[in-house]
Structures are given as structure tokens and as C-alpha cells.
């Protein structure tokens, strides 16, 4: 994740420092947002209550509940504008010569890798496997986002195998396509997988007991990034002009306001030639969209009216993956089965559940503020033991 946001800064052909402040709001949303979840002592009480009324009876956590949602679709969506900015540009390449494309695969293929080492529990590792439905086979954010790039990377090729039409309309119908199957997987009785009779670690990927960020719907966001990266490139000397961001934030506020109202009218339409998607329950994947659409449109005319400096800030937008792996092993036990939420889950008042998560963001503050420090740390490790190795 990281490596692709610093060629951004380093070599960009417009500065698009917007990309990196999604990022860096997305990853701190989710920081503070997983570290009150697990440690606030009435966090259920009031998410019920929120499932049963509209509303926790308090308006702030109200507002943050529906924060924690928008996490996650901006953290898709922006991973696929970086992705396919960066694997785009170089229009004169090839697939197969274009170097993205391989760093590309490299990158899912270590983001799926760290995806399931994650949910390893050293601690519990007799039981690991043993369970009805065990956590490692989980299906969660890394390995979608690591399925995601594929995707992205497989429609790259698509499009330069057919070399007709603008690569973000592959994006875009790719997206719009994963996005009418949802309505499917949603009306899929309880206790019901699929693939039907795959092994779980394959159906969690689609529809399975364990499927926390299934491909169905998550992956589209990722292609809808993708067709912002691409949308980008393609306006390129447009990007800091008002009616570039402008757009986005009108398109965001339509989808926002009128999502459940574009799913009746899109069924309608349907209806004629007798086809039934149900499309009107994807109101809320519209509405998601729509929102990050606004926050990009917003953050770029922030990146067109201030010089930002704050490159303590974006570079904690450039280095997520780190950041993701370390935090899940602080406060989820990831690997080694002994995090902080063990010690306190669910048991913190609300001043101090946002006092712990402004200190559990300081941490990784610092931790990226002396990234290079431990980063050098780590390869002079693994220099090390290359250099006993190549000795024996």
C-alpha cells in the first residue's frame, strides 16, 4: 500500500496530495473507530438501539456510528484511484511491460498473505482450526482489497487487449455489475453458502459464515476507485479546476440523496424486460459512494486552496499497510493471541474510550513519524540473516 503512495509524491505528474489525506483520514477514522468499538462499556447497548429506532438517543455517537461506516468504503474506493493512477499512466506500456503490473500482483498477493496471517492465533493454535466456523478462514479488509487489485489489474488487461473506449467505463460497468449481484447474496437464507459445497475459506470469499468484507459488494468500490484513477489521468491538466471538483461533489450529493430513488427507477426499467435485480437495496452502497464522492471533491478543492505542508499527515496516508498489521496485532492479539482486547474489551467509559483511542492514534503518530528508524531496523535484520545464510 505504502510503496505505490510515495511514487505520488516523488514523481507525480500533478501533485495530488487530496489522494493522501483520504487516506490518512480513512486509516485514522478506522484507528479511533475499532479502539472505541471494542473498549466502549454500552457500545451494543446502543447500536441496538440505533438497529431498532434510527437513533442511540445521543447525537454524537450517532454521527460517529455513521463515520465508522464511511471508513471503510473510502478506504476501498481511494486504494483503487492510487492503484490504477499509478498503473495507468504509463499509456505507452503494454500489459505485460508495464511494471505496475507485476508490482501489482506482487502487492495482492502480500496483502492476502498478511490477511489470514493475521487471524492466526499462536496463543490458541490447537483450537485454530478445530471450531465450526474458525476466524482464520475469514474473509476480511486485506484479502478484499488484495482480490480487488487483481480485479483492477485483470480489467487493465481486458482493456488493452480490446483497445476500444476509455478505461474508466471499464471500471465504471465492472463496479455497477458487482453492485446488481448484492441484492442476491442479501435474500441467500441463513445458514446457506456459496459456492455450495466449496471449502469454507472459498465461500467466505463470496458468501460464507465468516465473509466480513465479501467481494459482493466490496470490490466495487475498489473499481469505482479504479475509475476515478482513471478519470484522473484521462482530465489530468483539469484536476485542480473548480468544475473537476465541483462535479464530484454534485454526482456525491445526488447518489447520497436520491440512492434509494435511482434503485426504484433503475428496477422499473428492469421490470419491463422481466428482469428482477431488486436493485433498490442498494441504496445505501449508492448512498456510501456518494459520500465518498463529496469527501473527494471537498479534499480537492482543500489540495487547489491551501499548500498544505503537513507531511507528517500524508505520510501516514502513504504507509497504511503498516500501520493496519500492527495495529490489529496491538488491539485484536493478531498472530500471537494477546492484544489489549483482551484486557479491556467493552469495558471502558465513553471520556475514556476517546481518550484511549486519541492515545492509540498518538502511538502510530510517532511510530510513522520515526518510520525510517525502524524501518532501517528491519532491513538491516533481514540483511543479516540473508548474510548468514549466503555464509552457510
Known amino acids: 500500500m505504502h510503496g505505490e503512495h510515495a511514487e505520488i509524491i516523488a514523481k507525480p505528474k500533478v501533485r495530488l496530495k487530496f489522494i493522501d489525506m483520504a487516506r490518512s483520514f480513512a486509516i485514522l477514522l478506522m484507528l479511533e473507530g475499532h479502539f472505541i468499538e471494542h473498549t ?21 455517537f450517532d454521527w460517529w456510528y455513521f463515520m465508522k461506516g464511511f471508513t471503510a468504503p473510502l478506504f476501498f474506493v481511494v486504494t483503487g484511484v492510487v492503484f490504477v493512477y499509478l498503473l495507468a499512466r504509463n499509456k505507452q506500456a ?6 505496475r503490473v507485476q508490482k501489482g500482483f506482487k502487492r495482492a498477493l502480500e496483502l492476502l498473505f498478511w490477511g489470514y496471517m493475521l487471524q492466526l492465533n499462536l496463543r490458541y493454535i490447537t483450537n485454530t482450526f478445530n471450531h465450526e466456523h474458525p476466524w482464520i478462514y475469514a474473509f476480511h479488509v486485506l484479502q478484499s482489497i488484495g482480490v480487488g487489485i487483481i480485479f483492477l489489474l485483470l480489467i487493465f488487461g481486458l482493456y488493452k487487449l480490446i483497445n476500444k473506449g476509455p478505461l ?25 453458502y456459496f459456492p455450495v459445497n466449496a471449502p469454507q475459506v472459498i465461500q467466505n470469499i463470496v458468501h460464507g459464515p465468516r465473509s466480513v468484507f465479501a467481494i459482493i459488494p466490496w470490490i466495487a468500490f475498489t473499481l469505482y476507485g479504479g475509475m ?16 473537476f471538483s465541483l462535479t464530484f461533489i454534485g454526482v456525491g450529493v445526488l447518489l447520497n440523496t436520491f440512492g434509494r430513488s435511482i434503485g426504484l427507477f433503475l428496477d422499473d426499467g428492469l421490470e419491463l424486460i422481466n428482469i428482477d435485480l431488486n436493485l433498490v437495496q442498494n441504496a445505501w452502497l449508492y448512498g456510501r459512494m456518494g459520500q465518498v464522492f463529496i ?24 504507509n497504511t499497510l503498516p500501520i493496519y498489521i500492527i495495529h490489529v496485532v496491538i488491539l485484536y492479539g493478531g498472530i500471537f493471541g494477546f492484544g489489549l482486547n483482551q484486557f479491556m474489551k467493552h469495558s471502558l467509559s465513553g ?29 538491516r535484520v533481514l540483511n543479516l540473516f540473508k548474510l548468514k545464510k549466503y555464509r552457510n
Not at 466502549?40 to 454524537?60: A, W
Not at 476515478?228 to 468544475?243: E, P, S, T
Open 351 to 379: 471520556v475514556e474510550a476517546i481518550l484511549g483511542a486519541a492515545l492509540f492514534i498518538g502511538l502510530f503518530v510517532v511510530f510513522i513519524n520515526y518510520f525510517e528508524f525502524f524501518d532501517g531496523i528491519k532491513k
Open 40 to 60: 466502549f462499556s454500552n457500545f451494543k447497548p446502543m447500536i441496538k438501539l440505533i438497529k431498532e429506532k434510527g437513533t442511540s438517543g445521543y447525537l454524537f
Open 228 to 243: 476515478v484513477g482513471a478519470l484522473i489521468i484521462r482530465f489530468q491538466d483539469h484536476v485542480k479546476k473548480y468544475w
Open 168 to 192: 474508466y467505463l471499464y471500471y465504471f460497468l465492472a463496479g455497477t455489475i458487482i453492485f446488481c449481484f448484492y441484492p442476491s447474496t442479501k435474500q441467500v437464507s441463513d445458514g446457506i
Open 94 to 99: 503494454g500489459f505485460a511491460k508495464n511494471p
Open 295 to 318: 469527501a473527494l471533491g471537498v479534499l480537492m478543492l482543500v489540495d487547489r486552496w491551501i499548500n498544505f505542508k503537513g507531511e507528517l499527515f500524508l505520510k501516514i496516508g502513504q
